[in-house]
Structure formats: C-alpha cells, structure tokens
C-alpha cells in the first residue's frame, strides 16, 4: 500500500535542493555589503590620552568620606 501523504521523493529532493540553494543564494549575497567607512589619508595611528584635572582638597575630602561610609557599610 502505497502513502499518499508524502509527495514522490524526487519531487522532495528537487523541492530541499531548490531550499538549499535559495538560502545558500540569500547568504552570499548579504555579504557584498562593507560596514567600514571610507579611510582617510589623514587618520591618526596613535591614541593620545586625556589630561586629567588635579582633584581639590575638598573633592578628596568627599571621597575619603564616601570610600568610608561604604566601608563601614559592607563590614
């Protein structure tokens, strides 16, 4: 007796082949795209660091206040 559920098998291989090469087709194609912008003769090579700004006896004073406040907090 014969299934009459399932198509014939070379109809399903040609229909999974068909699949395969349309998501192969869909891949290769997104990768045409260049998410890099343009580069530019002048670029910089090197990273120069920020200065930073010297903290205020007062600034230290609220840090030392806060670092011991959590300290005493955790303990």
Known sequence: MKNNILPDKKIL????KG??????LAVCHSC????LPPKTDDA?????LPKGEVPTAA?????TALK??????VK
């Open 59 to 63: 600034d230290l004073d609220t840090q």
């Open 44 to 48: 910089s090579t090197g990273y120069r």
């Open 19 to 24: 699949i395969i090469m349309i998501v192969l």
């Open 32 to 35: 045409d795209y260049n998410e």
């Open 13 to 16: 291989r040609r229909e999974i």
């Open 68 to 73: 011991k406040e959590y300290n005493d907090a």
